[in-house]
Structures are given as structure tokens and as C-alpha cells.
């Protein structure tokens, strides 16, 4: 019987994939769906997995869709991996899933890696309940849902890329004030990670005169911490 899988690849180090992601890969599936076949070929190579793959990524999943679900009517099991993580958070794989659910195609979802989990346990924040946004908006919208954030009374996690770091954490400390306190991770599960944590005032200064590489992750704490 077909399915659809949804495995998640490491965000870093190579030793985070699970011996059931690298079963599914190399036993379950016809074919693999990549964000970028390049990368995941690097992986497939290191676990010595043979497998075809097909490119679903955000340019092509509209116009990628139908036929991807009409080869799993056809009885075809698919694995849908992203470049690092788990897919769907923050990543492509929400269409498919819901393409697959309406046409009653059974999804398993493999637990693993994902940024944010560990950012936000390290951040030394309350984390029993929190908002995960994902990705700001960049343009439209974006002043509204900082503001949103500022006044939000659980922990809330952003991602973010290095070029734009300080310009959130500054409009973040613009709405929230500058004793905010925050956590700022990058490079999660590999050699350079690293997890600055302080106000937001603190951390914007050791941003300013720090270069910021790898993917971000930003905790921020909450209106009544």
C-alpha cells in the first residue's frame, strides 16, 4: 500500500538522522522527494542509500502536486526530506500533506531533527508553553506581527537568516524595550554552535560587532517574565 513519508534530515550533525529515517530511505520508499537533490544526494551517499529522487521544493510544489499524489494512488511510497529538519516546519511539505489527507493516502511523520527544540531548551526561558512563528513576514505585515509578539505572555521562537538578525532584534527591542530578555542560537548540532543570551539591548551590541553566520534561531521571553 502506498504512503507518503515525511523524514527529517539532520540540521547539522550527520549523526542526528534516526536508524528508522535511514530504513525508511533505503528500504520503504520508490522515490524521494528533495528540496535540493544535490544536498540530499551528499546524505544519500553517506548512508549508502540508492534511491531516485525528484525535486518538491517551494518554486515547484504548486505545479509538482497532482502528479506526485496521482503516482501515490497509483500504489508508489514516497519519503519527502527538506535541505536540514524536519519537513513542513517552516519548510516545504504542508500542501502535500493535505493533498494526501483529502485523498485519503496515509502519512507517517518520523520524529527527528528540527531547530527550534533545542534553541529554545537551551535558551534558559520558560518553555512549558510557547508560540512558535516561524519566519517573519518581510515586507507587509511585519511591524503588526512584532507587535503581536512583543505582547505575547508565553516564550516565542522565531527564525531568522544572518542578514537580517539585527534588524529584528531592533525591531524587536523598538516594541518590546531593550530589557527583553532573548536567546540568540545559531549553527544548532554543529562544530560552531553557539547561544548568546541576555536583553535584547545586549545581545543587538554583541551582534553589532560579531558576524552572524549559519541558520538562527531567536527565543524571545515573555510580556510578564
Given at each position: 500500500m502506498?504512503k507518503?513519508?515525511l523524514v527529517?534530515?539532520p540540521?547539522?550533525?550527520?549523526?542526528?538522522?534516526?536508524?528508522?529515517?535511514?530504513?525508511i530511505?533505503?528500504?520503504?520508499?520508490?522515490?524521494i522527494?528533495?528540496?535540493?537533490?544535490?544536498?540530499?544526494?551528499?546524505l544519500?551517499?553517506?548512508?549508502?542509500?540508492s534511491k531516485?529522487?525528484?525535486?518538491?521544493?517551494?518554486?515547484?510544489?504548486h505545479?509538482?502536486?497532482?502528479?506526485?499524489?496521482?503516482?501515490?494512488?497509483?500504489?508508489?511510497?514516497?519519503a519527502?526530506?527538506t535541505?536540514?529538519?524536519?519537513?513542513?516546519i517552516?519548510?516545504p511539505?504542508?500542501?502535500l500533506?493535505?493533498?494526501?489527507?483529502?485523498?485519503?493516502?496515509?502519512i507517517?511523520?518520523?520524529?527527528?531533527?528540527?531547530?527550534?527544540?533545542?534553541?529554545?531548551?537551551?535558551?534558559?526561558?520558560?518553555?512549558?508553553?510557547?508560540l512558535?512563528e516561524g519566519?517573519?513576514p518581510?515586507?507587509?505585515?511585519r511591524?503588526?506581527?512584532?507587535?503581536?509578539?512583543?505582547?505575547?505572555?508565553?516564550?516565542?521562537?522565531?527564525?531568522?537568516?544572518?542578514?537580517?538578525?539585527?534588524?529584528?532584534?531592533q525591531?524587536?527591542?523598538?516594541?518590546a524595550?531593550?530589557?527583553?530578555?532573548?536567546?540568540v542560537?545559531?549553527?544548532?548540532?554543529?562544530?560552531?554552535?553557539?547561544?548568546?543570551r541576555?536583553?535584547l539591548?545586549?545581545?543587538?551590541r554583541?551582534f553589532i560587532?560579531?558576524?552572524?553566520?549559519?541558520?538562527?534561531?531567536?527565543v524571545?521571553?515573555?510580556?510578564?517574565?
Open positions: 502506498s507518503l513519508y527529517p534530515t540540521i547539522g550533525n550527520l549523526e542526528d538522522i534516526t536508524l528508522r529515517a535511514i530504513r530511505l533505503k528500504e520503504e520508499v520508490d522515490l522527494l528533495a528540496e535540493d537533490t544535490r544536498k540530499t544526494g551528499i544519500l551517499k553517506h548512508f549508502g542509500i531516485p529522487m525528484t525535486a518538491f521544493h517551494q518554486h515547484n510544489e505545479q509538482q502536486l497532482s502528479r506526485i499524489v496521482d503516482r501515490l494512488k497509483s500504489g508508489e511510497s514516497m519527502l526530506v535541505d536540514a529538519g524536519t519537513p513542513g517552516s519548510d511539505g504542508f500542501l500533506s493535505r493533498a494526501c489527507v483529502k485523498e485519503g493516502i496515509p507517517e511523520s518520523l520524529p527527528g531533527p528540527t531547530a527550534f527544540v533545542p534553541a529554545l531548551l537551551c535558551s534558559g526561558l520558560p518553555c512549558e508553553r510557547f512558535f519566519f517573519l518581510q515586507k507587509k505585515g511591524m503588526t506581527r512584532i507587535a503581536e509578539i512583543a505582547a505575547s505572555q508565553v516564550t516565542v521562537v522565531l527564525y531568522e537568516s544572518p542578514h537580517r538578525l539585527l534588524k529584528t532584534l525591531q524587536l527591542a523598538s516594541v524595550g531593550n530589557d527583553r530578555p532573548v536567546s542560537s545559531r549553527e544548532i548540532s554543529k562544530i560552531h554552535e553557539e547561544h548568546v541576555g536583553t539591548s545586549e545581545v543587538i554583541h560587532t560579531s558576524e552572524v553566520r549559519g541558520e538562527i534561531v531567536v524571545l521571553g515573555s510580556s510578564t517574565h
